[in-house]
């Protein structure tokens, strides 16, 4: 009877070394009965097929787990987060609107006549709109020091016969500003008229308005 099995510990000890590592991960039962110390072959039978209690990875599962998992995002934990959501796009910057600019609008003359003149009241409208420039000129100085200002400025004015200014003062003024007056007058007094060959001279009232308009 112990012949038979150490036959048998013998074909089993043969066994494993042609499976190899095939028996690896694998809890084998020792036979009752068979004491593999009594002939030396308990470490041998250890080394090829591993401990009983607890047997090498199964590398061939481990692989089929791993293909699962990328088969399967859920098992992997991958997919399981919340959608990515795009950031907010930011809504484009608008350009800051250009301040209002300085702006001189003249009326039309009101011209009087003491004796006879040939000025006639579109050659004396003309050359007062030639003073337009100045007078602008006039405001944005006035506006350097004081920002805001606005209103309309009224000059009369006296043309001899020569077509010279003979006087120049300010008539009415909304302005508010004596040296933005004294300004427009100036400008006033430099114009030059046509002559006239008659001996009268023009009486002239011109009102310009002040203000600051947003660009259209």
Do not use: Q
Request: proline share 7%; hydrophobic share 40%.
């Amino acid at each position: 009877m112990s012949h038979l099995r150490i036959g048998i510990a013998i074909a089993l000890a043969g066994l494993a070394v042609a499976l190899g590592g095939a028996c690896r991960g694998v809890n084998y039962v020792k036979p009752k009965g068979l004491n593999y110390d009594e002939m030396g072959l308990e470490t041998h039978h250890r080394g090829l097929m591993g401990s009983p209690e607890v047997g090498a990875p199964d590398e061939e599962r481990l692989g089929h787990e791993k293909t699962d998992k990328l088969r399967d995002p859920k098992k992997s934990g991958a997919g399981t987060g919340a959608p990515a959501t795009s950031a907010p796009t930011a809504a484009p910057a608008t350009a800051a609107p250009a301040p209002p600019a300085p702006a001189v609008t003249g009326e039309a003359p009101k011209v009087e006549y003491t004796g006879k003149s040939d000025l006639g009241a579109d050659a004396i409208a003309a050359t007062l709109a030639g003073a337009d420039g100045a007078v602008k000129g006039c405001y944005e100085k006035a506006l350097a020091g004081t920002p805001g200002l606005g209103g309309t400025v009224a000059v009369k004015l006296v043309v001899n016969k020569d077509g010279k200014v003979a006087s120049a003062e300010v008539a009415s003024s909304t302005l508010g500003n004596p040296d933005a007056e004294k300004c427009v007058v100036a400008a006033v007094k430099a114009l030059a008229f046509a002559k006239s060959k008659a001996a009268g001279s023009a009486s002239v009232t011109k009102a310009w308005s002040l203000r600051l308009e947003s660009p259209k």
